[in-house]
C-alpha cells in the first residue's frame, strides 16, 4: 500500500522560537517530496542534502512568515550542487504578481540552484503522482493560494493564510477533502476587527460546512495557549488535532 506522509514544519506565526517555526508541511509520497510554504526556522527538521532530491516548494503568498527560510534552502541546493552532490534543480513555485520587491528578491537570487515558475490557477500540476492545484482565496488581503493534493481518491488541502470574506469559494474549494490543514491565526477573545485570518472557531465551521473527514489546525499565535483553538473548533467539528513539529499523519493510499 502506496503512502502520503505529511510532516508539520511550523506551525505558529509571525515569529518562531526555539521550539516552533513559522508554517512549513512537507509532503512526501513515493520519491517525490512537496513543501507547503517555507516558513522560518523549517530548515532546523530538514534533512539535508536528501530532502534537495525530487523537491517543490510551493510558495503560497508573500508574506515573510511563508517564505523566510526560502533562500536558505536555495543557497543550500547551490552549495551541494556545486560540491557534485545534487544533480536536479529544487522547482520553486510562486504567486504571480509582484509584492513590495518580495518576487524580483527571490527569483534575482545569483546564488540558488532553483527554478522558478509562477502559480497557474487554472491547472492541474501533475508532480510525481500526486495532482495539485491552486485556488487564490481572495480574503487574505493579497493574492495568496490554497493548495489541493490528490492521489488516486485521497484528498489534502492546506489553506495557508485565509480570511471570512469568500467563505463561499474557500468551503468549494475544500469540498470533501480526507484532510484540511487550516489556518487558525486568532481565537475569539481577541476581539479581532480584522477579516483576513480565521479563528479557532472558523476553522472548525469551514471544517464542517465543507463535510471534510479531518482538520488539523495549524498558524498559532506563538504566546497563546493552543489548546483554546481546539476547544474553540470542537465546538463546530469533532475530528480535529492540533499539528505539531515533526509528528507525522499518514494517509493510506489504495
Ligand atoms: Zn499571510
Ligand atoms: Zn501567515
Given at each position: 500500500m502506496k503512502k502520503l506522509m505529511i510532516t508539520p514544519l511550523g506551525t505558529i506565526s509571525p515569529h518562531c522560537n526555539l521550539r516552533r517555526n513559522c508554517p512549513g508541511f512537507l509532503v512526501e509520497f513515493e520519491n517525490e517530496k512537496i513543501l507547503l510554504d517555507c516558513g522560518n526556522g523549517i530548515t532546523n527538521l530538514l534533512k539535508f542534502p536528501e530532502v534537495l532530491e525530487h523537491l517543490h516548494i510551493l510558495i503560497?503568498?508573500?508574506?515573510?512568515?511563508?517564505?523566510?527560510?526560502l533562500g536558505s534552502i536555495e543557497s543550500t541546493a547551490f552549495c551541494y550542487h556545486n560540491l557534485g552532490l545534487l544533480d536536479n534543480k529544487i522547482n520553486v513555485y510562486l504567486p504571480k504578481k509582484e509584492y513590495n520587491g518580495r518576487k524580483r528578491m527571490i527569483t534575482s537570487n545569483p546564488e540558488s540552484y532553483s527554478i522558478y515558475q509562477d502559480i497557474d490557477e487554472n491547472k492541474v500540476y501533475d508532480i510525481g503522482g500526486m495532482k495539485v492545484s491552486f485556488y487564490d482565496?481572495?480574503?487574505?488581503?493579497?493574492?495568496s493560494y490554497m493548495i489541493k493534493l490528490e492521489v488516486n481518491q485521497k484528498k489534502i488541502v492546506y489553506t495557508s493564510d485565509i480570511g471570512t470574506t469568500n467563505l463561499e469559494g474557500i468551503i468549494d474549494f475544500c469540498k470533501?477533502?480526507?484532510?484540511l490543514i487550516s489556518e487558525?491565526?486568532?481565537?475569539?477573545?481577541?476581539?479581532?476587527?480584522?477579516?483576513t485570518h480565521l479563528t479557532g472557531y472558523d476553522a472548525g465551521r469551514v471544517a464542517s460546512l465543507s463535510n471534510v473527514s479531518k482538520l488539523l489546525l495549524t498558524h498559532?499565535?506563538?504566546?497563546?495557549?493552543?489548546n483554546l483553538y481546539l476547544e474553540e473548533a470542537k465546538e463546530n467539528f469533532k475530528n480535529v488535532e492540533l499539528a505539531e513539529e515533526g509528528k507525522k499523519l499518514i494517509l493510506e493510499i489504495e
Amino acid at each position: 500500500m502506496k503512502k502520503l506522509m505529511i510532516t508539520p514544519l511550523g506551525t505558529i506565526s509571525p515569529h518562531c522560537n526555539l521550539r516552533r517555526n513559522c508554517p512549513g508541511f512537507l509532503v512526501e509520497f513515493e520519491n517525490e517530496k512537496i513543501l507547503l510554504d517555507c516558513g522560518n526556522g523549517i530548515t532546523n527538521l530538514l534533512k539535508f542534502p536528501e530532502v534537495l532530491e525530487h523537491l517543490h516548494i510551493l510558495i503560497t503568498h508573500y508574506h515573510e512568515d511563508h517564505f523566510g527560510d526560502l533562500g536558505s534552502i536555495e543557497s543550500t541546493a547551490f552549495c551541494y550542487h556545486n560540491l557534485g552532490l545534487l544533480d536536479n534543480k529544487i522547482n520553486v513555485y510562486l504567486p504571480k504578481k509582484e509584492y513590495n520587491g518580495r518576487k524580483r528578491m527571490i527569483t534575482s537570487n545569483p546564488e540558488s540552484y532553483s527554478i522558478y515558475q509562477d502559480i497557474d490557477e487554472n491547472k492541474v500540476y501533475d508532480i510525481g503522482g500526486m495532482k495539485v492545484s491552486f485556488y487564490d482565496n481572495h480574503s487574505h488581503g493579497i493574492e495568496s493560494y490554497m493548495i489541493k493534493l490528490e492521489v488516486n481518491q485521497k484528498k489534502i488541502v492546506y489553506t495557508s493564510d485565509i480570511g471570512t470574506t469568500n467563505l463561499e469559494g474557500i468551503i468549494d474549494f475544500c469540498k470533501d477533502a480526507d484532510l484540511l490543514i487550516s489556518e487558525s491565526s486568532l481565537l475569539r477573545k481577541h476581539h479581532r476587527n480584522l477579516t483576513t485570518h480565521l479563528t479557532g472557531y472558523d476553522a472548525g465551521r469551514v471544517a464542517s460546512l465543507s463535510n471534510v473527514s479531518k482538520l488539523l489546525l495549524t498558524h498559532f499565535w506563538p504566546e497563546e495557549d493552543r489548546n483554546l483553538y481546539l476547544e474553540e473548533a470542537k465546538e463546530n467539528f469533532k475530528n480535529v488535532e492540533l499539528a505539531e513539529e515533526g509528528k507525522k499523519l499518514i494517509l493510506e493510499i489504495e
